[in-house]
């Protein structure tokens, strides 16, 4: 089973920019917002390996093809919650609660396809935040109804939330009460890390190499 990691947090907040020390030649960037890469070069360097889309069974359908590819070990899908926002304003006009399951089902399929990658591939989730009513925030959907539905959360082992002070941009490894964070015990050293998904992947192989 590939491991699944989800970083959430508000726009500019350093997400997209944690990519840029991974290696182009083995990642895969399925870019769901149609943005640009948010630092210097950024484009350029993974070139080809952009792919754009805001379609789930696209998704699914390149991430099955990505399996066989040897030299891909990261695939980033970026402004993972687009895929509901844009299927959502896309069927306005249609009445009636069964869109909102289908669009939780079209949320939830990638994310099993990127489970059953190889076992050497890891697959980070970029997406924004929301805070409910009781001040706890969590990964943002388009509505309550698809948030009871699917708990996006619990299908990752590793969920980072984006944190700003003065001396930088980081992830936070872990809970802080208000939110939905987590990972396993011990792997990561401090509750503030780097932005910096290379740095992230490294510890995460670093703690399953000692089981």
């Not at 089973?1 to 947090?9: A, K, N, R, T």
């Not at 640009?36 to 093809?65: A, Q, V, Y």
């Not at 939110?179 to 995460?204: A, R, W």
Request: glycine letters at 8%; a neutral charge; charged letters at 30%.
């Amino acid at each position: 089973m590939s491991e699944l990691i989800i970083v959430i947090g508000e726009s500019g907040t350093g997400k997209s920019t944690s990519l840029r020390n991974l290696k182009a030649g083995e990642t895969i960037v399925i870019n769901v917002g149609g943005k640009k890469m948010p630092f210097r070069g950024g484009d350029k360097k993974f070139g080809k390996n952009i792919l754009h889309t805001t379609n789930s069974g696209k998704i699914c359908s390149w991430l099955e093809k990505i399996k066989a590819k040897k030299e891909i070990k990261n695939i980033v899908i970026d402004d993972f919650q687009y895929i509901a926002s844009f299927e959502l304003l896309s069927r306005a006009n249609e009445k009636g609660y069964d869109k909102f399951t289908q669009i939780a089902h079209n949320v939830f399929m990638p994310l099993k396809e990127a489970t059953s990658l190889r076992d050497d591939q890891k697959t980070i989730i970029l997406m924004h935040s929301e805070t409910d009513e009781n001040g706890r925030t969590r990964a943002k959907t388009v509505g309550k109804m698809i948030s009871n539905i699917l708990n996006l959360e619990s299908l990752a082992t590793v969920v980072l939330y984006t944190e700003i002070n003065d001396d930088g941009y980081f992830f936070r490894t872990q809970n802080n009460k208000n939110n939905t964070g987590k990972s396993p015990l011990g792997m990561f050293p401090e509750p503030l890390i780097e932005n910096d998904l290379v740095e992230v992947i490294k510890k995460i192989d670093e703690y399953y190499e000692e089981d």
